[in-house]
């Protein structure tokens, strides 16, 4: 594992100050199936593993996509593995990235990231009752009813704050996946 992507340690040492390109934002409820979504775009990339402070990820140098989260084949995976102190670390690492950066889940998906001046694009997975509840069971998930429901307090929050925030329905029928490559390029 490196600790800085090579290309990445090139352009921060050509700028004081790059900036990301974009930064594609998934976030939703419990078993809406965020990482299974991301892991499913890694296919399409090769990719190496980095760290730069707290962030952890992997990236495509050649097409200079950066993946952020571990994804280790566990249930909880992406953001969920990080360190809950990684958003300083992961704002730093924006500033001086040119690339596409994509990420999932609740460790950053929230209104202080995205009251930084970056070029979000902010989407919400929904999914039916029937679809997260079978998830759940799948994957044996213990989550209390509160937590439940301060997730979707929060996801309720984040899309009254940002009304351009993007919501579709993560039902397993390969749409998502589809509309989600369509803001990557």
């Known amino acids: 594992m490196f600790n800085l992507p090579i290309g990445f340690i090139r352009r921060a040492e050509k700028s004081k100050r790059v900036m990301v390109k974009k930064v ?27 760290k730069y ?14 993946f952020i989260g571990v994804f280790d084949g566990g249930t909880f995976e992406g953001t969920d593995k990080l360190s809950m102190g990684v958003q300083p670390d992961f704002v730093k690492f924006l500033k001086y990235c040119n690339g596409i950066v994509i990420f999932e889940g609740d460790r950053l998906f929230n209104n202080k990231l995205f009251s930084n001046d970056f070029p979000f694009i902010k989407i919400v997975l929904t999914a039916s009752k029937d679809t997260k509840d079978k998830r759940h069971r799948e994957r044996g998930d ?5 937590f439940l429901s301060s997730r979707i307090t929060k996801i309720d929050n984040i899309i009254k704050a940002h009304p351009d925030t993007i919501i579709l329905e993560n039902e397993d029928n390969g749409n998502t996946i589809n509309k989600i490559k369509e803001y990557i390029k």
């Open 24 to 50: 594609i934002a998934i976030g939703g409820e419990p078993a809406t199936g965020k990482s299974t979504l991301v892991r499913e775009l890694m296919k399409d990339y090769t990719l190496s593993q980095f």
């Open 53 to 66: 402070g707290l962030v952890r990820g992997r990236y495509d140098e050649l097409q200079n996509v950066y």
């Open 142 to 146: 213990n989550q209390s009813q509160v």
